[in-house]
């Protein structure tokens, strides 16, 4: 599976200002792809990467929140040629769904609309997936586990408190992205910091991880830094994810 980042932006300040581009990951697999979750800026990047829409066949929302999911009906209309070709299929949360993420004259476009529930595996044509159970966070919203062809496991941990079950949930995951919002945690902001990142990854040892969804304490601590600070504490391979970076897993 390939994997780009089409933007590495986190948090609102760095979002609103575009300090990194907020576009999302871009999964291929098997010349499909599957895009996960296209905040503001998506479809700029996608034309910019010259990423065929055509090639587009699944959209995942983890949650609500406009950081993941602003150009969803711009890539909805774009791939179904406004709305004329059935195509596509999405998976979001109830919550997302019901507070009309997705415009309604939309919705039968979609050759398929899934609800994420905690637990659940499902089923993005070829590629396999599995919900966590619901993160901590201020929207319903869920980490993931893809199941790739070679037997190996991709997590995304997408924006949450740490808890302790998070280890249990991402466990056997040889590739993680991880949304490291923070540098350093802040009294009820449910998004993770270096030391919860710390924390998990000394448990859950993947063979490679990609942080990601940078916010402004991350940006000042630079991200590469604090990659290279995660790796060598730990001796496992940590990088930091930056707009435009394509990675080959398999
Ligand atoms: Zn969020």
Do not use: W
């Amino acid at each position: 599976m390939e994997v780009l980042f089409l933007g590495t932006a986190g948090a609102r300040y760095v979002v609103a200002r575009q300090l990194r581009a907020s576009g999302g990951l871009v999964l291929v697999l098997n010349d499909e792809i599957t895009l996960l979750d296209p905040g503001p800026g998506t479809l700029v990047y996608l034309s910019k990467y010259k990423i065929s829409l055509n090639k587009i066949k699944n959209l995942i929302l983890t949650h609500k929140h406009l950081d993941h999911s602003a150009d969803l009906n711009i890539l909805v209309d774009a791939l179904t040629e406004g709305g004329l070709k059935k195509k596509g299929r999405l998976f979001l949360p109830e919550e997302a769904l019901k507070e009309g993420i997705l415009l309604p004259y939309l919705k039968g476009s979609l050759l398929e609309i899934q609800i994420l529930r905690e637990h659940q595996e499902y089923m993005a044509g070829n590629l396999r997936f599995r919900t966590s159970c619901l993160l901590v966070h201020n929207a319903e919203n869920y980490g993931l586990v893809f199941y790739l062809p070679s037997g190996n496991k991709l997590g995304l941990i997408s924006d949450t408190a740490y808890f302790e079950e998070l280890k249990k949930e991402f466990e056997g995951c040889d590739f993680l992205i991880m949304n490291l919002v923070r540098y350093e945690a802040k009294e009820g902001v449910l998004h993770l910091s270096f030391k919860d990142a710390k924390d998990l990854l000394a448990t859950l040892k993947p063979k490679l991880t990609i942080i990601t969804h940078f916010g402004m304490t991350m940006l000042q601590a630079k991200p590469s830094s604090v990659a290279k600070n995660l790796s060598e504490e730990l001796s496992l391979k940590v990088i930091a994810a930056f707009d435009g970076l394509k990675i080959s897993l398999s």
